[in-house]
T-cell receptor, first 114, second 117 residues
C-alpha cells in the first residue's frame, strides 16, 4: 500500500523567494518518488524523480528535492521563484522498480506574487 | 525526449453517445500505458493499466464495460467512454511507460477534456 500527503493545497510566495512544497509518503516497499508540474489545461510534466540513487535529486527549471527516509518526506524546493513557476505541483509515489501503480497526492497550487 | 500524444484534446459529446480518446507514444514503444481521470481541483486517479496485447487491468470501482480500453499496438492505447453521461465529464490523461537505461520512466500525454452535455 502506498499514499502521498501534500501539505497545503495552496502556497503563495513572492517572486525571488524560496519555494518549498511539502510531500510525505507512505509505502510498504522501497519507493520511487516523483514531482510533476501541471500548467493550466495541460498534462503533467516530470520535474524530477528519486529512484534509490542519490537522495538529493535535481530536476528541471531549478527545482530539487531531497529524499529523507527517516522523515518519509520528499519536499520540493527552488531557491528563487519565478512568475513562470505558477502552476499545480503533484507529488507521487510508486513501488520501486516497476511503475506498476503511481499514486498521486492531491496537489499544491503555487502562486507567485510579483 | 519521449513524447506522448493524446487526441482529441477537447471533445464535447451528447449524453448517451460514446467517445474515443487516443493515446500515442510518438517516438518509443510502450508495452504499458496508464489511464487517469482528474476531476476539477482534484488529483489524478488511476483508472486502469493498459498492456499491449492483453486485457486492461482496472482499478477498483472503475466500470470496465463503461470505460473500454484497447492497447492494440505498442504505440497506441484507446479509451472509449461508452454511453457517456454528464458525470463522466472530466479530464482524462494517459501515460506511457518506457524502459530507459537502468530503469523505467513514464511520460504523460497532454490530457483530454471530455464534456458530456
Amino acid at each position: 500500500a502506498q499514499s502521498v500527503t501534500q501539505l497545503g493545497s495552496h502556497v503563495s510566495v513572492s517572486e525571488g523567494a524560496l519555494v518549498l512544497l511539502r510531500c510525505n509518503y507512505s509505502s510498504s516497499v522501497p519507493p520511487y518518488l516523483f514531482w510533476y508540474v501541471q500548467y493550466p489545461n495541460q498534462g503533467l510534466q516530470l520535474l524530477l524523480k528519486y529512484t534509490s540513487a542519490a537522495t538529493l535529486v535535481k530536476g528541471i527549471n531549478g527545482f530539487e528535492a531531497e529524499f529523507k527516509k527517516s522523515e518519509t518526506s520528499f519536499h520540493l524546493t527552488k531557491p528563487s521563484a519565478h512568475m513562470s513557476d505558477a502552476a499545480e505541483y503533484f507529488c507521487a509515489v510508486s513501488p520501486s522498480g516497476g511503475y506498476q501503480k503511481v499514486t498521486f497526492g492531491t496537489g499544491t497550487k503555487l502562486q507567485v506574487i510579483p | 525526449g519521449a513524447v506522448v500524444s493524446q487526441h482529441p484534446s477537447r471533445v464535447i459529446c451528447k449524453s448517451g453517445t460514446s467517445v474515443k480518446i487516443e493515446c500515442r507514444s510518438l517516438d518509443f514503444q510502450a508495452t504499458t500505458m496508464f489511464w487517469y481521470r482528474q476531476f476539477p481541483k482534484q488529483s489524478l486517479m488511476l483508472m486502469a493499466t493498459s498492456n499491449e496485447g492483453s486485457k486492461a487491468t482496472y482499478e477498483q470501482g472503475v466500470e470496465k464495460d463503461k470505460f473500454l480500453i484497447n492497447h492494440a499496438s505498442l504505440t497506441l492505447s484507446t479509451l472509449t467512454v461508452t454511453s457517456a453521461h454528464p458525470e463522466d465529464s472530466s479530464f482524462y490523461i494517459c501515460s506511457a511507460r518506457v524502459q530507459a537505461g537502468s530503469g523505467n520512466t513514464i511520460y504523460f500525454g497532454e490530457g483530454s477534456w471530455l464534456t458530456v452535455v
